[in-house]
């Protein structure tokens, strides 16, 4: 009779394990499709930074746009000189800010 109930406890136990495994699967995917949508939100703002960028370096009165004025910047993950118009600290504190918020110390490690 013991092993009866032990059979039991353990299928249910069995089951319940399942059943968790299956909400599991169900946030995963939730989780996934969240993350899809956050890669489209950004390819969708770098074609737009793009274009106004491009925009601002067509436009003959380059002093009306002094954000888009290139400047010498260090890559902070790799310490190599790069080129990028004067907006790019914005980019630099956002992407900090948001890596403070998510709980990612030192972001200055995992950012341009």
Same mark, same amino acid.
């Given at each position: 009779?013991?092993?009866?109930?032990?059979?039991?406890?353990?299928?249910?136990? %069995?089951?319940?394990?399942?059943?968790? !495994?299956?909400?599991?699967?169900?946030?995963?995917?939730?989780? %996934?499709?969240?993350?899809?949508?956050?890669?489209? *939100?950004?390819?969708?703002?770098?074609?737009?930074?793009?274009? !106004?960028?491009?925009?601002?370096?067509?436009?003959? %009165?380059? &002093?009306? *746009?002094?954000?888009?004025?290139?400047?010498?910047?260090?890559?902070?993950?790799?310490?190599?000189?790069?080129?990028?118009?004067?907006?790019?600290?914005?980019?630099?504190? &956002?992407?900090?800010?948001?890596? *403070?918020? &998510?709980? !990612?110390?030192?972001?200055?490690?995992?950012?341009?």
């Amino acid at each position: 009779m013991a092993d009866l109930d032990e059979l039991a406890r353990l299928k249910a136990e %069995n089951e319940e394990l399942r059943e968790e !495994i299956t909400a599991l699967k169900v946030e995963i995917e939730t989780l %996934n499709f969240e993350a899809d949508l956050d890669a489209c *939100h950004a390819a969708g703002l770098s074609a737009q930074l793009k274009a !106004i960028i491009a925009e601002g370096d067509a436009c003959p %009165n380059t &002093a009306a *746009h002094p954000l888009l004025e290139r400047a010498p910047y260090v890559n902070d993950r790799t310490g190599q000189a790069m080129t990028k118009t004067r907006s790019y600290p914005l980019y630099r504190q &956002a992407f900090d800010e948001a890596a *403070h918020e &998510a709980g !990612i110390e030192q972001p200055r490690k995992h950012r341009a």
